[in-house]
């Protein structure tokens, strides 16, 4: 994997589609770089609508629904540990796409986290990602907890 992008809803769907192109003339396409994605919807809305599929361009799809909350809110989702356990899976399983692109509906806090927390998994410098925005603690906190925890088992 070479980089890992954050992005909105909006940035995350500008970013896959300047891999289309109309049938037959691939050429066409912007970008031909692969990619997975982590697909981060809330659950007060059902989700935002739309889906990612896998193609020629991606090779892996994994959507959660969980909350952008740092503390039980009453009807809300937390992040838990399953959804860390798919997210450490989903990465481990797929580091030979170019792209780990990951969004929520901002690219702010849930996605920032696992983003900053996919960068350290891979042993690259995270340290951007806190300076420059405000990653949802508790999804990072979990994040690493669960694969510290991991990584003690063998």
């Known amino acids: 994997m070479k980089r890992v992008l954050v992005k909105s809803v909006f940035g995350a769907f500008e ?3 300047l891999h ?3 049938f037959g003339q691939e050429e066409m ?3 031909t770089d692969t990619y997975a994605v982590i697909f981060i ?7 935002f609508g739309f889906q990612f599929n896998e193609n020629k361009f991606c090779k892996g799809v994994l959507t ?3 909350d952008d909350n740092v503390k039980e809110v009453e009807g809300a989702v937390m992040f838990s540990d399953e959804h860390a356990e798919q997210i450490i899976d989903f990465i481990q399983s797929h580091k030979n796409v170019d792209t780990l692109l990951v969004h929520c509906y901002g690219g702010q ?19 951007e990602y806190f300076k420059t925005g405000v ?12 694969w510290i925890q991991r ?3 063998g």
């Open 15 to 17: 970013y896959v589609m």
């Open 20 to 22: 289309f192109y109309p």
């Open 29 to 31: 396409s912007e970008q």
């Open 41 to 47: 919807q809330d659950t007060h809305t059902g989700g």
């Open 64 to 66: 959660l629904y969980f």
């Open 109 to 127: 806090s849930r996605s920032r986290a696992v983003g900053a927390f996919a960068v350290k998994m891979l042993g690259g410098d995270n340290s």
């Open 135 to 146: 990653p949802n603690q508790h999804v990072y906190d979990v994040l690493e907890t669960v």
């Open 151 to 153: 990584m003690l088992r």
